[in-house]
């Protein structure tokens, strides 16, 4: 287990960030090709640095906590991190893309104003004919423009 | 002698915002949405970071003479921080850099 432990926290990033595509709209797995165009130069830099950083001693990787398998010199967890790392800030950036739209969103789905809902007072036993046409009476027309455009 | 990783975890996001004013001009960096997506970011290295680097299980060893010293928190070198940012920034440049025709400028956030 402690061979997986480098693998796992990346693992984790990748989960937590997993829902933000299907559920908050963002659109990062969906444009393969606009990622993978953006991913390459990323980790062709990133890794450079990497691997001149463990050329000169700056860092280096614990050989217990990973997994051991490396790919032009460094963990592959490491080539992982700069495609991770990248992705969780990708789904993030996207979903504040979509952030006014999802508010929109919400305020239509969201709880009934308050004025519509101070309208139509609890039905009680009625005797008044009047007061029953009154309580039946439709809201104003307001309701029906808050419901456009569903 | 100067502690490497030091210099060039402060280089590297100049060296970011430089590419960006001087070749892709994008403007990301003028909008609120950048930002806000790198202060997310940030705060969810913390404890990704945190983790690699906590003293009694290390998967990232650093070499004390090329670093500041400076950990926070726990045992992160604040080196990674500029590690970080140049990497979310070039990303998220690029990213908008290829921006299909016909999508926001993104600047409604």
Redesign the interface.
Known sequence: MDALRYLLILAACVAVTLPLEPVLGARVYRQPRRLLATLLPVVAVFVLWDLVAVARGHWWFSPRYTTGVTVAGLPWEEWLFFVVVPLCALLTFEVLGRAPRLLRRAERAGPPRRDLADEAPPARVVEDPTAAARAAAPARPETAVSRRGR | MAA??TI?AVA?PVAVVALELLVLRTGLLRTA??W??VA??LA??VP?DG??TRPD???????EE??SGVRAPWHIPVEDYGF?LA??T???L??QR?R?AGE?G?R??
């Open positions: 490497e990783y060039a590297a949405r950048y806000i997506t997310i970011s969810f290295m990704v983790w690699l299980a290390t998967v990232v060893h650093y070499a090329q670093i970080g990497l979310i070039l990303t998220l690029l990213w290829l299909p926001g993104g409604d956030a």
